[in-house]
C-alpha cells in the first residue's frame, strides 16, 4: 500500500511539473538557445537557408560606433535613475511618517507608473511641443524666454528631456518599493536612537539607509537594466531622431531586425544587451560585498 501511494504521489509530481516544464522549456529556453545560434549566423528572417559567420556579428557591434556607440545616448537615462532613486527615498521617507493625506500623495506618485508607456509618451509630445507646448508655454510666462527650448529637436537636450519623462513614470513605482521596506524597520530601532541624541538626519544616515541597502540595490540594478534596455519613449516620440541622437541600443536592435532584416546581428547586439545587464549585477554585488566586509 505504501508503495502504491509513493508510485502514485512521484506520477502526480511528474504531472504538475511536465506542463509548466514544458511551457518554460518552450517558450524561454528554446528562444534564449534560438536567439544565441542565430547571433553566429547570418540569416534575413525570410531565406531558409542560414549561413554561419562565427564571432563576425560580435566583431560588428563592438567595433562598429553606430552600433555599439549608441550606448552613449542612454547615459542621461542612467543619470536620471539616480536622481528618481534619491528623490523615490525622499519621498518614501517624508510619507511614511504620520502627516495628513499620506494616502493621497502616495496614489498621486504611484499613477504615473500605471499609465500605459505610449499614453505617456503622446502626452509628453504636448508638454515638449517646441511652439505650442506647455514647458515653453510656463517659461514664456514666468518671463524665462532664454530657457524656451525645442526639448526634442536639440541633439544636446533630447535625451535629457526623454530621461525626464522617465523618472517622472517610475519615482512612484520606486518610491512604494522603499516605502514597503520602511515600514519593515522596527520603530524600536528610531526610539533607541532618539534617546541616544540622534537627530533626525543622523536616524536617517546611519539607521534608515543601512536598513535599505539591499532595496536599493535591488532599485539600482533594475534602473541600471532599464536604462540599457529604453525602447518606448524614444520609438513614440523622436523615432530615434534628431540625425538618430536619441536611437537607443534596442530601438536599434528592432531596426536591425525589421527595417534591414538583418536577424542574425540582430540576435547578437540582444544577447550583447543581455551580457551586459549581467555584468552590471555582477559588479553591483561586487561591489556591495567590498563596503559590506569595510
Known sequence: MSGSYKRQRVIILIAFLAIPLLLLGTFSYYPAAKLLYLSFTD??????????????????IFSNPDLFGVFLHQIPYVLGGILQNIIAITFAV????????????????????????VAVAF???YVFDTNNGSLNALLGNLGLYNLQQSWLGETSLVNFSLA???????????????????????????EAATIDGANRFQSFWHLTLPSLSNVIQLNMFLTLSGALAVFDLPFVLTKGGPAGASETFLLKTTETAFTFNNYGLASAMSIVLLGLTIVILLVQNLVLRRRGRD
Open 94 to 117: 517624508i510619507l511614511n511618517s504620520r502627516i495628513k493625506g499620506r494616502n493621497l500623495f502616495r496614489v498621486l506618485l504611484f499613477v504615473p507608473y500605471i499609465m500605459n508607456g
Open 164 to 190: 525626464s519623462v522617465s523618472m517622472w513614470r517610475y519615482v512612484g513605482y520606486t518610491m512604494i518599493i522603499y516605502l514597503g521596506a520602511l515600514q519593515s524597520i522596527p520603530g524600536d530601532m528610531y
Open 43 to 60: 540569416w534575413d528572417g525570410i531565406s531558409s537557408t542560414v549561413e554561419f559567420l562565427g564571432l563576425d556579428n560580435y566583431r560588428e
Open 123 to 125: 502626452m509628453f509630445q
